[in-house]
């Protein structure tokens, strides 16, 4: 009887690093650093509902052609080689605009009717928008269901972090006596893994996979929030929807390239969309 061979310590370490998230961050760090993104990655931060402190995969910013408007990308990374993950398609109901996370200076105010109509909201209206996830097969393998939590735990954490930014830059914007634009602020989850879409209906599931779908959540907001329609109306909010992006690895850096053009294509029009 043979023995198997021995596996060094440095064969170990990398095992485990290419089990790990980390070369996905990496990825993901490098891919935006090329497109002229500035990256902040593993940010900690303190979350006051949990009483604990949290990490933020990556946080990237960037300004676009137009001064009114500065983009920030927070990014959480998941890889999951064995399980897909899979969500359930549903009609758009509603101003995709209110899901927006923008972050305004005071006495300034943003029409999301006019938003709408101007923006034509790029991969908001051409991707498929789900609200319900699973993580198929992991019942058997996974007694403590923590696969099936794994989206679960990537949207509360991202919203997490995108709250918090949201309040430290209207803080900031509060503060300051000069008016620089609008911050825009949009949840991302890179996905290392099969992605599917499934629609439902009385006869029917349907898959398809995807490289590109945006999960829809409300959110029930601790302070209600009231956004302007337009000059003459108001809407009070106590559930703020979001959209989260979640986008498969391989298709990554075509998404933003997509996101970067529609914001140069957008720039001479924005100004219509927000009053002092």
């Known amino acids: 009887m043979t023995d198997s061979p021995k596996i ?5 370490i990398i095992n485990e690093i ?21 990256v902040r990655p593993s940010l900690d931060y303190f979350d006051p509902q949990l009483g604990e402190f949290r990490e933020t995969d990556i946080v990237a910013y960037k300004s676009s052609k137009t001064p009114e408007i500065f983009n920030i990308l927070v990014i959480e990374c998941k890889k999951l080689e064995k399980n897909p993950w899979v969500f359930i398609q549903q009609k758009r109901l509603g101003n995709l605009s209110e899901n927006l996370n923008i972050a305004t200076f005071q006495h300034h105010s943003v029409f999301y009717q006019k938003l ?9 209206s051409k991707v498929p928008i789900c609200t319900y996830s699973l993580v198929p097969f992991a019942s058997e393998k996974d007694p403590n269901n923590r696969l099936a939590k794994s989206i679960y735990h990537a949207k509360n954490q991202i919203l997490s972090s995108v709250s918090r930014l949201y309040n430290q830059r209207e803080q900031m914007h509060k503060e300051s006596g000069v008016y620089s634009g609008f911050t825009f602020i949009y949840p991302i989850i890179v ?9 439902i209906d009385e006869k ?12 829809s959540v409300e959110k029930e907001l601790l302070k209600k929030r009231t956004i302007q329609l337009d000059h003459d109306l108001q809407q009070d909010q106590e559930y703020k929807p979001y959209f989260i992006d979640i986008i498969k690895k391989e298709y990554f850096e075509e998404f933003l390239e997509l996101f970067e053009n529609f914001y140069e294509e957008i720039s001479e029009s924005f100004s219509s969309c927000y009053e002092a």
Not at 8 to 12: G, N, T
Not at 18 to 37: D, Y
Not at 204 to 215: G, Q, T, V
């Open 204 to 215: 029917d599931i349907r898959l398809s996979e995807e490289n590109h779908l945006i999960l």
């Open 18 to 38: 290419k089990k790990g998230g980390f070369p996905l961050e990496m990825f993901s760090a490098i891919t935006l650093n090329k497109r002229g993104w500035a």
């Open 8 to 12: 060094s310590v440095e064969e170990k």
């Open 116 to 124: 709408e109509e101007k923006m034509n909201f790029h991969h908001y």
């Open 191 to 199: 996905f290392d893994g099969q992605l599917f879409s499934a629609t």
